[in-house]
């Protein structure tokens, strides 16, 4: 057997999104999104996508980089997929290894990983150094064949629309994603300021569906949102769902939610997923109400390098 470790080439992106979808089914991968990715990967953020081979196959794949727009300097990310039938083989602790001497020669001076949170993924993680810090939940929702909640009738002055309908200018999107994404819990802060570079990898992902993302607008302002992804056939995934804290406490996130569920519903999407941190009480309720079951949980673990 002849196991490496090597960069991704553009002809890998099908085997990459294949490993992507059998490692972590409940996220949505598409080979478009695989090279969208590296492509558009700002220059500062040092971004390196790794494929394990065996004997010619790609088995494995990990994105790493340093975390550029983060508060703090000197964080960095990766986490390794393997495919599950290649697992107890090397490669993830190899394609771990490269990373960490990769972030390590970029200055990094801690990375963080996800782990799923099974026995044998934990203790890999703890076998490599890393510690656990904190759990999310990936949730499921049966859409061709659950039950969504009718669409309420709108108060005076509230009205919905689509990601699509700010398409000649998306500032107020950008706007409204960073003041949402500022008060999400995570381990690493952002400094979300950057409206090119938020252009370049957030509204330009291949992923993002605009038409199935709904926007809330009160006196033609957005109050909430939801961004969808989907891989244009049957899966579709909750990105981010935000309200704006002026107009938190009045069902806003529901209502976008409800919205963009329906809409997928009609457009053909069977599987919706979504991911929360665990303490995000706030909108594990409201995927709760929805009728979204936990399917999975994964543990962001944190290593000091160096």
């Known amino acids: ?120 993924s934990r203790a890999f993680a703890e076998k490599h150094g890393y510690r656990p810090t904190r759990p999310a939940h990936f949730q499921r929702l049966d859409l061709a064949n659950g039950t969504l909640p009718a669409l309420p009738e709108l108060p005076a002055g509230v009205e919905l629309r689509t990601a699509s309908d700010f398409e000649a200018d998306p500032r107020p999107m950008f706007g409204a994603d960073a003041e949402a994404t500022s008060d999400e819990p995570s381990d690493i802060s952002t400094a979300f300021g950057d409206y090119d570079d938020w252009i370049s990898h957030t509204w330009n992902n291949p992923l993002l569906d605009r038409g199935l993302s709904t926007v809330v607008l009160v006196d033609g302002e957005i109050a909430a949102f939801t961004a969808a992804q989907s891989d244009g056939s049957t899966r579709y995934m909750s990105g981010m769902t935000g309200t704006l804290r002026a107009h938190r406490g009045r069902g806003f996130a529901k209502l976008a939610k409800t919205d963009s569920l329906r809409r997928a519903r009609a457009a053909g999407y069977t599987d919706a997923f979504t991911s929360n941190d665990a303490d995000n009480g706030p909108m594990l309720a409201v995927n709760k109400w929805f009728g979204y079951e936990i399917c999975a949980t994964e543990v962001r673990h944190v290593r000091t390098l160096g």
């Open 1 to 120: 057997m002849t196991l490496i470790v090597r960069d991704f080439r553009l002809e890998d992106a099908a085997s990459v999104s294949r490993v992507r979808r059998a490692a972590l089914p409940y996220m949505v991968s598409t080979p478009e999104a695989v090279v969208f990715g590296v492509e558009s990967a700002n220059p500062a953020k040092k971004y390196r996508l790794l494929i394990a081979e065996k004997d010619g196959e790609i088995i494995g794949t990990a994105h790493a980089g340093i975390a550029y727009d983060s508060s703090e300097p000197g964080q960095s990310f990766v986490t390794p997929h393997v495919h599950p039938d290649h697992r107890g083989q090397g490669a993830g602790a190899l394609i771990l290894r490269t990373a960490e001497e990769h972030l390590t020669a970029e200055g990094a001076r801690t990375v963080y990983a996800w782990a799923m949170d099974d026995p044998k």
